[in-house]
Nanobody, 127 residues
Framework: VQLQAYGGGLVQNGGSLRLACAAS????????IGWFRQAPGKEREAVSC?????????HYAESAQGRFTISRDNAENTVYLQMNSLKPEDTADYYC????????????????????WGQGTQVTVSS
């Protein structure tokens, strides 16, 4: 199971980026895929996730609600995170992770429920 996040970069305040999480060695649609981020000197925090199966329910952290959109492309075995109206406080390393089965009592955005993690992609939003 491998996950590779890419698409990060430098963008101005108010700009947009689309991150991609490419899965290999497994079928991403059979897993819940989450995006997390970690800013320098801060703890990792959840951004968004999309559940597995036909439901494809989405969940967003309050900081991402209304600005970010998570989606799947099953043909490409990839999950995307479209980020609009970016702010300097969105600057962080962004990671994607996969969960085969979310813990029944953990929030879907709780990182403890994720089994596999990819390398991060850096997002920098200039003010």
């Amino acid at each position: 199971v491998q996950l590779q996040a890419y698409g990060g970069g430098l963008v101005q305040n108010g700009g947009s980026l689309r991150l991609a999480c490419a899965a290999s060695g497994f079928t991403a649609s059979s897993y819940t895929i989450g995006w997390f981020r970690q800013a320098p000197g801060k703890e990792r925090e959840a951004v968004s996730c999309i559940t597995k199966g036909d439901g494809n329910n989405t969940h967003y952290a309050e900081s991402a609600q209304g600005r970010f959109t998570i989606s799947r492309d099953n043909a490409e075995n990839t999950v995307y995170l479209q980020m609009n109206s970016l702010k300097p406080e969105d600057t962080a390393d962004y990671y994607c992770a996969a969960s085969g089965m979310l813990h029944p009592i953990l929030d879907p955005l709780d990182s403890r429920g994720y089994d596999y993690w990819g390398q991060g992609t850096q997002v920098t939003v200039s003010s």
